[in-house]
């Protein structure tokens, strides 16, 4: 079987990034299975191969899935759909309805609808896809990101001490932007002994937003800037911190959080992640991300709680990477055998 692997123009342009570190991890656990290959649109022929997968398409990857469509090559899409507000959705579907042109909504509503099969990493993300898009339930597949087993044996321990953090830290992971929302935890750790440490650098969209989270934060708060995923390093953190906090306003399934909870953290979690579709919502702690007082005391007692190990064996569990790459597999040979019956 030969899998053609698409995303976004912009997806491997930055040194770090969900989608990135998804289609890494992916490529090196379907290896096994298949010949895999990223799409080089100068040389690669969508003809020469059984499958074309799609993660997170944008209105750039339009013409190259209709053109699949057209050569009969089954489609697959990783959506990675962020959750939007109703009215943002409603007002979207009434501009569809009264201009003839294509917007981007009408783009990615064909998108969905050209596809064989959607994956979607929750079964929250699959109900958003159905009634934004208007797709078939039967058509979405819900399979969650995964994480490296092997990545998580690194046994290195170093980043307290190159940071000189002499106690317990918290954790925050990822781009510094309104919607990731440093500057939330930022302020409710303002008046704590709680030291903070934020991973990632400012987006270049928005400047104003990082320069804001510095201007906030006291003493206890660690810039420690972009660090590559493959990195030990950042291992290190995940393992050294005491607890790991996502809360952003919209979110799919952050990898960070997955891969933080599998290093022993204990996770603090916005209310808008489904965790429970998976099963381990009681096992973390959420907060409403618009409430500083709740993320605060969420901060505290879980700084206060011992790491739960129950929590670290169900997300490797559930989220290793090599049974994930055999879950698209299925899906992969499942669609071939339909074209050809």
């Not at 953290?265 to 959420?286: E, F, H, R, Y």
Request: net charge positive; with cysteine; aromatic share 10%.
């Amino acid at each position: 079987m030969k899998l053609l692997i698409d995303s976004y123009n912009e997806c491997f342009q930055n040194n770090a990034g969900g989608v990135r570190t998804k289609i890494e991890y992916f490529i090196d656990n379907i290896k096994p299975y298949c010949d895999v290959k990223l799409f080089d649109k100068w040389s690669d022929k969508i003809s020469d191969y059984d499958i074309y997968h799609i993660f997170k398409p944008g209105i750039q990857n339009y013409s190259s899935i209709i053109y699949a469509k057209k050569l009969g090559v089954p489609i697959v899409i990783s959506a990675v759909a962020q959750k939007e507000k109703r009215r943002t959705v409603f007002a979207k579907k009434i501009i569809d309805k009264l201009l003839p042109i294509n917007t981007f909504y009408k783009c990615m509503k064909k998108i969905y609808q050209m596809s064989d099969i959607i994956i979607a990493e929750t079964i929250y993300e699959k109900e958003f896809i159905c009634k934004t898009y208007n797709t078939r339930a039967d058509k979405i597949k819900v399979i969650p990101n995964g994480i490296s087993i092997d990545y998580l044996k690194t046994t290195d321990n170093d980043f307290k001490k190159k940071y000189g953090i002499n106690s317990d830290f918290l954790l925050q992971v990822g781009r510094f932007d309104s919607n990731k929302n440093q500057l939330s935890t930022i302020k409710a750790i303002k008046d704590t002994d709680v030291n903070l440490v934020l991973i990632g650098g400012p987006d270049k969209d928005d400047l104003s937003y990082y320069e804001e989270c510095k201007k906030n934060a006291g003493k206890n708060v660690y810039f420690i800037g972009w660090i590559d995923h493959n990195d030990p390093l950042l291992l290190s953190a995940y393992k050294e911190c005491k607890a790991f906090i996502l809360p952003s306003h919209n979110e799919i399934l952050g990898n960070a959080l997955i891969e933080a909870a599998a290093c022993g953290a204990n996770i603090i979690s916005t209310n808008v992640l489904p965790l429970s579709d998976w099963g381990i919502d009681k096992m973390c702690m959420s907060i409403d991300p618009n409430n500083i007082d709740d993320i605060k005391r969420k901060i505290i007692k879980s700084m206060e709680t011992d790491k739960n190990n129950e929590l670290k064996k169900k997300v490797i569990e559930l989220f290793d990477w090599k049974n994930v790459a055999k879950k698209h597999m299925n899906i992969y040979k499942e669609l071939i055998s339909n074209e050809k019956s």
